[in-house]
């Protein structure tokens, strides 16, 4: 049941970035008459993580309930339930699941008015994630900014890492004569705000680590410590890449042609790689005690 834990809230948190990344290409970063068009192309990947996003929140509160109650019969038993959404986990993750229908109402809207109500469903549920776990630790205050930096935290990486998957879709759109304008600002605003993220990222992650596990990290003594170095590999490479990609690549668009580009789709689909490997550890070690 941890396993199946573990797997739920890897896939829950890949599919609410997936959705708040997507939704904000279409509700902010690309141009305004560009919106509608690029909003239908990215209408599949929003649907998609959006069902999934509801699924595995619903899938999270049912798995929760065995895991607490130590039973997996104690599925049909009422007042189980009812004790599970009385603790601080319940009634968060009914914030959680209710942002989550939000979304899957949005999906029936039209207009624009669907894209900016996915953005704000996307970033409540990541808001709603930072409640619970780790950063749930500390009481007062102190819980308060910790909670708060790891919201920061969820939003920055989810624009950074939930990005990804659509700037892929963008470069396609780039080859088309129509678009390609608007399809390259749109690229081009994400690059500039995504330096940004990437910072808030590092940042509330550095924060967010050292008020969990304290300093100096005694990694010798804990696999917490362990998987969060991993982690921070990771996350170096995909800074790495991402630099590559803006710094060296992009410039030579023009001059080396659509070879060039095809290596700025690999890297990227590696990025995107080592993103899900982040988001894998992530799942991971939230289950194990730093101490």
Same mark, same amino acid.
């Given at each position: 049941?941890?396993?199946?834990?573990?797997?739920?809230?890897?896939?829950?948190?890949?599919?609410?970035?997936?959705?708040?990344?997507?939704?904000?290409?279409?509700?902010?970063?690309?141009?305004?008459?560009?919106?509608?068009?690029?909003?239908?192309?990215?209408?599949?990947?929003?649907?998609?993580?959006?069902?999934?996003?509801?699924?595995?929140?619903?899938?999270? &509160? #049912?798995?929760?309930?065995? /895991?607490? !109650? =130590?039973?997996?019969?104690? %599925?049909?038993? +009422?007042?189980?339930? @009812? $004790?599970?959404?009385?603790?601080?986990?319940?009634?968060?993750?009914?914030?959680?699941?209710?942002?989550?229908?939000?979304?899957?109402?949005?999906?029936?809207?039209?207009?624009?008015?669907?894209?900016?109500?996915?953005?704000?469903?996307?970033?409540?549920?990541?808001?709603?994630?930072?409640?619970?776990?780790?950063?749930?630790?500390?009481?007062?205050?102190?819980?308060?900014?910790?909670?708060?930096?790891?919201?920061?935290?969820?939003?920055?990486?989810?624009?950074?890492?939930?990005?990804?998957?659509?700037?892929?879709?963008?470069?396609?759109?780039?080859?088309?004569?129509?678009?390609?304008?608007?399809?390259?600002?749109?690229?081009?605003?994400?690059?500039?705000?995504?330096? &940004? #993220?990437?910072?808030?990222? /590092?940042? !509330? =992650?550095?924060?967010?680590? %050292?008020?969990? +596990?304290?300093?100096? @990290? $005694?990694?010798?003594?804990?696999?917490?410590?362990?998987?969060?170095?991993?982690?921070?590999?990771?996350?170096?490479?995909?800074?790495?890449?991402?630099?590559?990609?803006?710094?060296?690549?992009?410039?030579?668009?023009?001059?080396?042609?659509?070879?060039?580009?095809?290596?700025?789709?690999?890297?990227?689909?590696?990025?995107?790689?080592?993103?899900?490997?982040?988001?894998?550890?992530?799942?991971?070690?939230?289950?194990?005690?730093?101490?």
């Amino acid at each position: 049941m941890t396993t199946l834990w573990i797997v739920l809230r890897a896939l829950h948190f890949a599919a609410v970035m997936l959705m708040t990344g997507s939704a904000c290409y279409s509700a902010l970063l690309a141009p305004r008459r560009y919106r509608p068009q690029l909003a239908q192309r990215l209408f599949p990947l929003m649907k998609g993580s959006t069902w999934l996003a509801l699924l595995t929140a619903l899938a999270m &509160l #049912a798995c929760q309930t065995v /895991l607490m !109650s =130590g039973d997996s019969s104690h %599925l049909t038993d +009422a007042d189980i339930w @009812l $004790a599970v959404l009385s603790t601080h986990f319940g009634t968060v993750w009914q914030g959680e699941i209710l942002f989550s229908l939000l979304a899957a109402g949005a999906l029936f809207v039209t207009g624009s008015v669907r894209s900016q109500l996915l953005l704000l469903a996307g970033v409540l549920q990541l808001v709603a994630m930072a409640l619970i776990g780790h950063a749930a630790m500390r009481d007062g205050w102190p819980g308060v900014l910790q909670q708060c930096n790891h919201a920061l935290h969820l939003i920055a990486s989810a624009f950074w890492a939930g990005g990804l998957l659509p700037l892929l879709l963008l470069m396609r759109e780039a080859r088309q004569i129509d678009r390609r304008t608007d399809a390259i600002r749109t690229m081009m605003r994400f690059s500039r705000y995504g330096h &940004l #993220a990437v910072a808030l990222t /590092l940042l !509330s =992650g550095v924060i967010n680590s %050292l008020m969990i +596990a304290g300093w100096p @990290l $005694a990694w010798q003594d804990s696999r917490y410590i362990e998987l969060l170095l991993c982690k921070v590999l990771l996350v170096a490479l995909m800074i790495g890449v991402a630099l590559f990609n803006r710094y060296w690549l992009v410039p030579r668009f023009r001059l080396a042609g659509s070879g060039t580009q095809q290596k700025f789709i690999r890297m990227t689909q590696l990025e995107l790689l080592l993103a899900c490997g982040v988001v894998g550890l992530v799942s991971v070690f939230a289950t194990l005690s730093p101490a």
